[in-house]
């Protein structure tokens, strides 16, 4: 029985793979009051009744059908949101889509590619901001609400860490650290999946020189 919940294993129970109070209340043999308190405690957006049931009923996430890529314009944001996924996109959970990245421009784009080609609805993203100490964190999440169009109820209590020495890295990350949250396995898979298939076509494709 847990007395304390650490903060990032809540987000990865409630958010990241989407259980509901009671399952993690009966997982860690404690009231759901407690996990209710904990997720009040660390700023986690509850879910409502209906997305809560909702999501008993769709374990995997969403349903949703694929629109495959048709324009020249289409296939370069479908190769651009699979590359960001590769190259920035957590894979290890099982059961969501995640990545973080300092750049607005970047992460609209792969909001874009998500609901573009998977459907994915702008109320189902949840979002965590990580800033340092010295910044504000209300201009910081007022930010990142009003580059990405996305209300504040959607972001997840701002996580401050102490400030580092000022640099190139410093700069980069003057509006915080943004990641985009998607509990959804099969979006998961699939992603992973056309990862795969890229890496496949990467080894295999290669063709020897040969010299004019």
Sequence with gaps: MMSVFDE?????????????VRVIANQYSC?????NYWLAKYGIPKRSISEA????????GDPFKFKAPVTEKDWFLFGLGVGLYWGEGTKRSPDSVRLGNTDPDLVKRFVEFLSKFY?????KFRFGLQIFSD???QEALSFWVHK???PASQFMKVIV???RSLGIYRE???HGVLTVYVSNKKLRNLLVGEIEKLSTMRYSARVPYKPK
């Design 148 to 150: 990405l169009g996305m």
């Design 53 to 60: 049931i909702y999501l008993e009923r769709n374990p995997d």
């Design 119 to 123: 459907g994915i609805k702008p109320e």
């Design 135 to 137: 910044m504000n964190p």
């Design 161 to 163: 860490t102490p400030a």
């Design 31 to 35: 009231s759901q009051q407690k996990i």
């Design 8 to 20: 990032r294993t809540l987000k990865d129970l409630y958010i990241t793979r989407g259980f509901s």
């Design 172 to 174: 980069k990350t003057r």
